[in-house]
T-cell receptor, first 112, second 113 residues
Framework: KQEVTQIPAALSVPEGENLVLNCSFTDSAIYNLQWFRQDPGKGLTSLLLIQSSQREQTSGRLNASLDKSSGRSTLYIAASQPGDSATYLCAVEMGGYQKVTFGIGTKLQVIP | ETGVTQTPRHLVMGMTNKKSLKCEQHLGHNAMYWYKQSAKKPLELMFVYNFKEQTENNSVPSRFSPECPNSSHLFLHLHTLQPEDSALYLC????????????FGPGTRLTVL
């Protein structure tokens, strides 16, 4: 059974800092990995999706990397802003059958 | 806005009530999903529908009954729920294949008394 772990559970940083969020998964036979953002009381917004054959994806100040063999992914946020405050969720999909397993998330607070 | 809407946004019900959650997507997608998000737990996949056919039932108790009348609408019928079923219920959609991003609705916050 796939298990997804996210470390740290919570993170507080001053505005402007670069930061890294970590995600690890137990079964490396994944189809893809996705990072989401969730604001309090709201649904999820997809940030980046990395296919199993890819090593990284970039969107603006966000960069996600994937090391499938070691079961790890990182989400790098450059020059953090207060608007980045949210919970960041990592999710892996197995076998292309839309069976997605989520981590519990990292709650990020960026202090002005 | 993601193009996925959910109603109601908040619902309080007793254990003997019957209620339904509704999800609608305006994206032309062919796959729709129900997820449960409980406090301090990972998001749990409940059901997956592809082209109106259920392709995944993740060992969900029968007191949750999904319905997908067409590719744009998804319902979750609730009856005789338990207090531990209180959670945020999220609907999502995707074009259909496993390589696609899922687009999430805002969720329904359900409280079972």
């Amino acid at each position: 059974k796939q298990e997804v772990t996210q470390i740290p559970a919570a993170l507080s940083v001053p505005e402007g800092e670069n930061l890294v969020l970590n995600c690890s998964f137990t079964d490396s036979a994944i189809y893809n990995l996705q990072w989401f953002r969730q604001d309090p009381g709201k649904g999820l917004t997809s940030l980046l999706l990395i296919q199993s054959s890819q090593r990284e994806q970039t969107s603006g100040r966000l960069n996600a990397s994937l090391d499938k063999s070691s079961g790890r992914s990182t989400l790098y946020i450059a020059a953090s802003q207060p608007g980045d405050s949210a919970t960041y969720l990592c999710a892996v999909e197995m076998g292309g059958y839309q069976k997605v397993t989520f981590g519990i998330g990292t709650k990020l607070q960026v202090i002005p | 806005e993601t193009g996925v809407t959910q109603t109601p946004r908040h619902l309080v019900m007793g254990m003997t009530n019957k209620k339904s959650l509704k999800c609608e997507q305006h994206l032309g997608h062919n796959a729709m999903y129900w997820y449960k998000q409980s406090a301090k737990k990972p998001l749990e996949l409940m059901f997956v529908y592809n082209f109106k056919e259920q392709t995944e039932n993740n060992s969900v108790p029968s007191r949750f009954s999904p319905e997908c009348p067409n590719s744009s609408h998804l319902f979750l019928h609730l009856h005789t729920l338990q207090p531990e079923d209180s959670a945020l219920y999220l609907c999502a959609s995707s074009p259909s294949s496993g390589a696609d991003t899922q687009y999430f609705g805002p969720g329904t916050r359900l409280t079972v008394l």
